[in-house]
């Protein structure tokens, strides 16, 4: 069996047993929705269908509808896009990179982190969707044999790339999501058998693909699980370094920089994690999940959120230290014009957001308070936000052309869009938390004799 | 002979394991266990040979690599390549070595969606696992906190039931 040092902190709080593990899982799915759920998914679909209107809105009357010009043709669409798609970094993470360092904590948080990362998915998509103009031919973006002429992809182009990279992150994230869940699908699938209505009781059925736990069944299970997770770690790292290059290849003065990959990925996973967090401290509340979502949990993620804000701190440095080293005079401008023109409060923004407030982590009173970590999460997300518009629209406001010098401001439509998304994010969360299985209980059983704290303790006697 | 199916059901997995172990060494099989979790160590006390999925993983992997190169290789080179010949931005395509760097993403991307989705279909496949499926397991409780083994007697069970007795699962 596996054996943990006593000093590590518990990952399983009160005196629990597997049949405790299964009953606090299955609770949220088999009670009623409390009234706060009702009111912010209320709240949420209120939003999404916002959303939807100014989507058909942009569909109808064209992108005219959003506050782009001529000099700054891309702004919220990409903005937005990149923001989601960094905030669905942090479930891959969680789930393929901590798998693969054998991190026990993630077992508890590794389920809802995923879901946010394929909800977040979806929402990144629907920009580039919507920014087509004509959505009904999306497909278009897909190589398929076609008689239309010289309707062919150009695979030299990054736009390409983050078709391939983000249908394969999303599918192959929910194909791992999904095989995680069959066992916590069958789980409650089980338990249903005497109370619950026949069409629920069917329904689990059917998502639990007939699951029974044999012992083959489950050395496939840990070996898939770690084959997956090994493919999804260089799939999360391409994926946003492939955003970053939608940028890096092109030669707008702050776009044109070779550390973006790595910037990006940081500053992807940097977002996710503040995004979980924000996710995961409401809802270990409204679903009763103390006992396993602790802030032993959220202390760890605190340390990977200073680091990676550290480390964009210094990816930020960099970029003004290779400007000014460059000696390229439209180089440093861009620059110059980012920290100082009329853009600075969205580089302070960011700069505050994002480099400075989560260097407060470094207390631990800080590090480990709920409260604290919800507000700094905040903090974080907003400031991650700027980062993309800092990078994106600053650098094409001002461009070569000093009589199409202009500024950029959203319509009511562009906010439309993105509260949106933010609306959908939250509908498809709050869904998901009434019906999933939020933690995946058959992984935490396996640690529940090496991290729960009331085995610790007896070993401790 | 007739023959006779024994369920053995314990709730602890490191009881499980030991009785695995000395069942097998009084060389009685098991024809299968039920757990609610993946008990560590259980697939090399029953016996079981190591899975083939990883490599599967592979081979699926290799498909996908070329099918990405193919696919590029016909559409920027060769065939459509030739008809409609994409010269954008002064990069035209000669060859597929000289464009080979723009073609790196999308053939990893390839490799690893053909790896992911086949051997998970894979997986799907060798489990019977499907929507519709039923369980298998004889008890409802070995997907919450009980394990199951199960074990073909021939003859006079109470032997069995004794050993097992021994072994303190109830």
């Known amino acids: 069996m596996h054996k943990e040092s006593e000093i590590r902190d518990p990952l399983i709080l009160g005196n629990k047993t597997y049949h405790d593990i299964t009953r606090d899982i299955a609770r949220p799915v088999e009670g009623k929705a409390n009234k706060y759920w009702w009111i912010l998914f209320g709240l949420s679909v209120f939003l999404f269908l916002w959303g939807i209107g100014c989507m058909a809105y942009t569909i109808g009357t064209g992108i005219g509808a959003w506050g782009l010009n001529k000099t700054v043709n891309w702004a919220w669409d990409i903005t937005n896009f990149v923001w989601w798609i960094g905030i669905g970094h942090a479930g891959t993470l969680i789930s393929a990179v901590l798998l693969l360092f054998r991190q026990k904590w993630r077992m508890a948080i590794n389920r809802s982190a995923e879901a946010m990362t394929i909800f977040g998915v979806v929402q990144a998509g629907l920009f580039p969707l919507i920014h087509m103009g004509r959505p009904w031919l999306a497909y278009w973006v897909f190589p398929f044999p076609n008689e239309y002429g010289p309707l062919w992809q150009n695979f030299n182009s990054p736009l390409l790339w983050d078709v391939f990279a983000i249908s394969t992150y999303l599918t192959v994230s929910t194909v791992f999501w999904y095989i995680g869940l069959i066992p916590d699908f069958a789980m409650i699938r089980d338990r249903m058998s005497k109370t619950i209505s026949p069409m629920k009781k069917k329904l689990y059925t059917l998502l639990a693909f007939g699951w029974s736990g044999r012992a083959k069944h489950w050395q496939r299970f840990e070996e898939v699980s770690l084959v997956l997770a090994g493919l999804a770690t260089p799939l999360v790292f391409s994926v946003h370094s492939i955003v970053s290059m939608d940028f890096a290849t092109s030669v707008i003065p702050g776009w044109h920089t070779t550390i973006f990959p790595p910037y990006f990925v940081l500053g992807a996973l940097f977002s996710g994690f503040a995004m979980v967090e924000t996710l995961l401290i409401i809802m270990r509340k409204v679903v009763n999940m103390e006992a396993y979502i602790t802030i032993k949990h959220i202390e760890y993620m605190n340390v990977i959120i200073l680091f990676t804000g550290s480390l964009v701190g210094t990816a930020y440095i960099t970029e003004l230290f290779m400007a000014w080293y460059s000696g390229v005079a439209f180089e440093q401008y861009a620059f110059l014009n980012r920290a100082t023109g009329p853009y600075w409060w969205a580089y302070a923004a960011m700069m505050s957001c994002n480099v400075i407030i989560p260097q407060l982590y470094w207390i631990k009173s800080i590090r480990t308070s709920f409260i604290a970590t919800f507000i700094l999460s905040i903090f974080v997300n907003i400031g991650m936000w700027f980062e993309r518009f800092v990078i994106i629209v600053t650098s094409l406001h001002r461009d070569f052309l000093p009589s199409s010098w202009t500024m950029f401001s959203p319509t009511f439509i562009d906010i439309g869009i993105f509260l949106g998304t933010i609306g959908f994010f939250f509908t498809l969360f709050l869904m998901y938390a009434r019906t999933f299985p939020v933690v995946a209980q058959a992984e935490l059983k396996t640690i529940l004799k090496s991290s729960g704290s009331e085995y610790k303790n007896k070993t401790h006697e | ?170």
């Open chain 2, 1 to 170: 002979m007739n023959k006779k199916v024994l369920y053995a059901i314990f709730d602890d997995e490191e009881i499980l394991l030991e009785s695995v172990k000395v069942l097998r060494s009084k060389e009685i099989e098991i024809e299968e266990v039920y757990s609610p979790f993946p008990v560590h160590g259980l697939d090399v006390a029953l016996g079981f040979k190591e899975t083939r999925m990883a490599i599967t993983a592979f081979i699926y992997g290799c498909i996908g690599l070329s099918f990405g190169g193919l696919l590029i290789y016909y559409i920027m080179i060769s065939g459509v390549g030739k008809s409609w010949p994409m010269n954008i931005g002064g990069k035209p395509n000669f060859t597929f070595y000289q464009n080979f760097p723009a073609f790196v993403p999308i053939m990893f991307e390839c490799t690893v969606l053909f790896a992911g989705h086949l051997m998970s279909l894979t997986y799907f496949f060798r489990n019977k696992l499907y929507p519709g499926a039923t369980t298998t397991s004889p008890d409802p409780r070995t997907t919450d906190d009980k394990f199951l083994m199960e074990i073909i007697v021939e003859g006079d069970d109470n032997k069995m039931r004794k050993l097992l007795k021994r072994n303190w699962c109830f």
